[in-house]
């Protein structure tokens, strides 16, 4: 049964979509700040899951199409990526409806820790290179393989999923901060509402919720990448973490310590 929500909480549901929308439109993983505070709030795991899918959808669409119009994402050159992140976003959704509550009430909090820390120290290999990288079979392969990957994983958990989206496309593809992080909005918005049409089918998502936290989403994304286009990112990275760190360990000791 979904908890019934104070005044208190629905504002800070809504502030943390408001961070995380511009968090997430600059360096990726917003989901490591919004799906510990839904799961704070006392959803279910899987409920908690579905609704962020929800929330995070508004922000995606607002940055993804934002990068769009400024001509730092092709969909045509990249629809492999797209069609396979879709399918790795279904399947891991459905895997993830058949694990325990209690498991992902034990997981969740560890994953997102990795996820965070990983973020942290994983070094941006970006380099100066303005524009897509030349058509091949290769390029096709990499994003068959990485749009499943990434697709399947956002799908099972979803927090990080836009921070590996850009770490392994500036590797893979050799292309900037800019034209990476048009890639993974675009992918991750793709993935975002595959897996969440399946989970709204298995009876997942709290609806109200999820629509309030994903307007504050949305106008977090739009300021976040207008904000990435003209500064980056850097500069937030070290206390996002931190937070996020702070917020996992107390889900953490909740799920495992405390009773």
Not at 22 to 46: C, E, K, Q, R, Y
Not at 207 to 230: E, P
Not at 232 to 252: D, E, M, Q, T
Request: one cysteine or more.
């Amino acid at each position: 049964m979904d908890p019934v929500l104070d005044i208190s909480m629905w504002v800070i549901i809504c502030a943390v979509g408001f961070i995380a929308g511009f968090i997430d439109a600059i360096a990726g993983g917003g989901g490591m700040l919004t799906v510990p505070t839904l799961l704070a709030s006392g959803l279910p795991p899987h409920v908690a899951l579905g609704t962020n899918k929800l929330a995070s959808s508004f922000g995606t669409l607002t940055a993804s199409f934002t990068f769009y119009r400024k001509k730092l994402f092709n969909p045509s050159f990249w629809r492999y990526a797209l069609a396979f992140t879709a399918i790795g976003a279904v399947l891991g959704t459905l895997v993830v409806s058949h694990i325990s509550t209690e498991w992902l009430e034990r997981g969740l909090p560890i994953l997102i820790m990795a996820t965070a820390i990983y973020t942290l120290i994983a070094k941006n290999v970006c380099n100066d290179q303005m524009g897509l990288p030349k058509p091949s079979k290769e390029v096709q392969r990499k994003q068959m393989c990485q749009g499943t990957l990434l697709g399947f994983y956002d799908g099972v958990a979803g927090p990080g999923t836009g921070a590996f989206w850009m770490a392994s496309s500036s590797a893979l593809y050799k292309m900037n901060l800019l034209f990476s992080s048009g890639l993974s909005r675009s992918c991750n918005f793709v993935s975002n509402i595959c897996s969440l049409a399946t989970f709204v089918y298995l009876g997942h998502v709290n609806v109200l919720l999820g629509i309030s936290m994903g307007l504050f989403l949305m106008l977090g994304a739009w300021v976040g990448a207008h904000s990435a286009i003209r500064f980056g990112s850097r500069f937030i990275r070290p206390v996002f973490i931190f937070v996020v760190c702070i917020i996992s360990l107390n889900l953490a000791w909740q799920a495992w310590f405390n009773g």
